[in-house]
């Protein structure tokens, strides 16, 4: 597309044409260069108008939307069954049931997961932490500390030896693999 070929248009109207010829393509070119110079300025004062009022068409509909606020999610309050410290009880399960329940209520700040944690202690668990916390103010600051002081407390020391011990102990027996599935 030539300058030369409409000299008669200003330079937004021919701006105008290429925004034309990239929309409709050459045969649009074509049509307009085979009409008198008059004919052109009215197609191009068309498009124009046409283009303006779908422009503030396309803004008057994003306004509302940039005033909405994104959704939030919602909390979802679970249920975790107090850990103990009792003989027997899994205190890693306890830790991930306890994340699962901080992450579904939306908890994030470390002080809230560890309030959160504490209250869903029992028994000698929660005796524990009582103590610790009066002896030691501010000794469970983080998630992650109060994890590791759980593990210390109510662990045994060789606690992921044996249970490595366990797992290399263990053996497939006389049976397939999937019929153990």
Same mark, same amino acid.
């Given at each position: 597309?030539?300058? =030369?070929?409409f000299?008669?248009?200003?330079?937004?109207?021919?701006?105008? #044409?290429?925004?034309?010829?990239?929309?409709? =393509? &050459?045969?649009?070119?074509?049509?307009? %260069? $085979?009409?008198?110079?008059?004919?052109?300025? /009215?197609?191009?004062?068309?498009?124009?108008?046409? *283009?303006? &009022?779908?422009? %503030?068409? #396309?803004? =008057?509909?994003? $306004?509302?939307? $940039?005033?909405?606020?994104?959704?939030?999610?919602?909390?979802?309050?679970?249920?975790?069954?107090?850990? *103990?410290?009792?003989?027997?009880?899994?205190?890693?399960?306890?830790?991930?049931? #306890? /994340?699962? %329940?901080?992450?579904?209520?939306?908890?994030?700040?470390?002080?809230?997961?560890?309030?959160?944690?504490?209250?869903?202690?029992? &028994? +000698?668990?929660? $005796?524990?932490?009582?103590?610790?916390?009066?002896?030691?103010? =501010?000794?469970f600051?983080?998630?992650?500390?109060l994890?590791?002081?759980h593990?210390?407390?109510?662990?045994?020391a060789?606690?992921?030896? +044996?249970q490595?011990?366990?797992?290399?102990?263990?053996?497939? &027996?006389? +049976?397939?693999?999937?019929?153990?599935?």
């Amino acid at each position: 597309m030539d300058r =030369g070929e409409f000299p008669h248009l200003t330079a937004s109207q021919f701006e105008s #044409v290429r925004k034309m010829v990239g929309i409709f =393509g &050459g045969d649009a070119l074509r049509s307009l %260069a $085979a009409t008198t110079p008059a004919k052109q300025v /009215e197609c191009i004062e068309a498009f124009d108008t046409y *283009e303006r &009022g779908l422009i %503030a068409h #396309v803004q =008057g509909l994003q $306004a509302p939307v $940039a005033e909405m606020k994104p959704a939030q999610p919602k909390p979802l309050r679970l249920k975790v069954n107090p850990y *103990e410290g009792t003989e027997g009880e899994n205190l890693h399960f306890w830790v991930r049931e #306890v /994340e699962l %329940a901080m992450d579904a209520a939306l908890i994030s700040t470390e002080r809230l997961r560890v309030a959160f944690a504490l209250s869903n202690l029992g &028994g +000698r668990a929660k $005796a524990w932490a009582n103590t610790r916390e009066a002896t030691t103010p =501010g000794c469970f600051t983080t998630w992650a500390q109060l994890c590791q002081q759980h593990r210390t407390a109510f662990l045994p020391a060789n606690y992921e030896y +044996r249970q490595r011990s366990r797992f290399l102990a263990c053996k497939q &027996g006389k +049976r397939e693999l999937h019929e153990y599935i």
